[in-house]
């Protein structure tokens, strides 16, 4: 990046101008005439851009020996860099790798649609969704999924449902739909400022923290499938440690709390759930060596420490959202101009 001075013109008598540099113009051959586009968000720095500039399209190319894990995270990559049409070629790859793209592409990308498809690729357009999904909606609807998949995970360790488990696992993917498309708003606003115009985002900063908030909803959604897949995975009598296992339900409050919070910072009432967070997770150790101490059946210990350390990544990622709610309580800071 670089830094061009200039002063301000006045004419006309009250309307200021300021010249573009050469380079720049010429790097999207803009002439005399030409239209641009001047974002101004609320506090920082205006941005210009050629009114007809457009993204260009992301290429993937799959050679010989690429397997289906390889192409799948260089498709996600795309995808969260931002670009809006993604030609997938086969240069050497087998055929039906093109299938597990797809399947792929529908559980964990949001907005993304096969527009073109031969034996040797396809084409794959992303709906820009950003209208019909503000990041704080997205933040709500994650929040809610999680919430409910961390309440049900613990339910299913005293009640084993092996579809139930399947149900919270496709909720799992929704939510990491959810969280790719954050990333992806994120990333395509540093190269395209017009996208934060729909977004209902007062400042770039608030994009950056909903992300990193979205971040921590995965994460807490992903140790919500460990609890759910410890169900299955062995008999459990929670009867032998019921005292933590009641206990590890208030972990699904903290989270939800810490969430509203972000849709609705407010510096007291972060405060006071941070405290009441730290207090939460020293109750749920105690509760945890307690039922230690009770000495619990050797096939339910591997378990109940599994148990307990889910639930403590859940209440210590609602930490971390908790603290991202109390920063939004403050004020951005502002561009002002230096007093002599």
């Avoid at 992903?222 to 459990?236: G, K, Q, S, V, Y």
């Amino acid at each position: 990046m670089r830094a061009y001075g200039r002063r301000l013109q006045l004419t006309g008598g009250s309307t200021l101008i300021v010249s573009l540099p050469k380079e720049w113009a010429e790097q999207f051959g803009l002439e005399k005439g030409d239209e641009v586009l001047l974002m101004a968000p609320v506090s920082g720095p205006l941005s210009v851009i050629p009114a007809d500039a457009a993204l260009e399209e992301g290429v993937l190319v799959l050679r010989e020996n690429v397997t289906l894990d390889q192409a799948v995270r260089s498709l996600i990559s795309l995808y969260l860099a931002g670009y809006s049409s993604i030609s997938i070629r086969l240069d050497g790859a087998a055929p039906g790798i093109l299938r597990g793209i797809k399947e792929v592409a529908r559980r964990w990308l949001a907005g993304v649609e096969v527009v073109d498809e031969r034996l040797d690729g396809m084409v794959l357009n992303v709906v820009q969704l950003h209208r019909d999904l503000p990041p704080k909606q997205v933040i709500s609807r994650m929040g809610t999924l999680t919430s409910g998949m961390v309440q049900d995970s613990l339910s299913l360790l005293a009640e084993p449902n092996r579809e139930e488990v399947h149900d919270l696992i496709y909720r799992d993917d929704e939510v990491d739909r959810f969280y790719h498309y954050m990333v992806r708003l994120t990333n395509l606003s540093v190269v395209d400022p017009r996208i934060l115009e729909p977004l209902e985002v007062e400042w770039p900063q608030l994009l950056m923290s909903y992300t990193l908030v979205a971040r921590s909803i995965e994460r807490v959604a992903d140790h919500a499938t460990n609890i759910a897949m410890l169900a299955l995975e062995r008999e459990l009598d929670v009867s032998s440690f019921e005292e933590f296992y009641r206990h590890s339900f208030g972990s699904t409050t903290h989270f939800r709390r810490s969430v509203e919070l972000v849709l609705e910072p407010d510096v007291d009432r972060a405060q006071a759930l941070l405290e009441e967070t730290s207090e939460y997770l020293r109750d749920l150790e105690r509760s945890f060596v307690h039922a230690l101490e009770r000495r619990v059946p050797v096939g339910s210990q591997v378990a109940l420490r599994v148990l307990y350390d889910n639930v403590k990544r859940v209440v210590e990622y609602s930490t971390d959202i908790a603290e991202v709610g109390l920063n939004l309580s403050f004020p951005r800071p502002r561009f002002v101009r230096r007093t002599s």
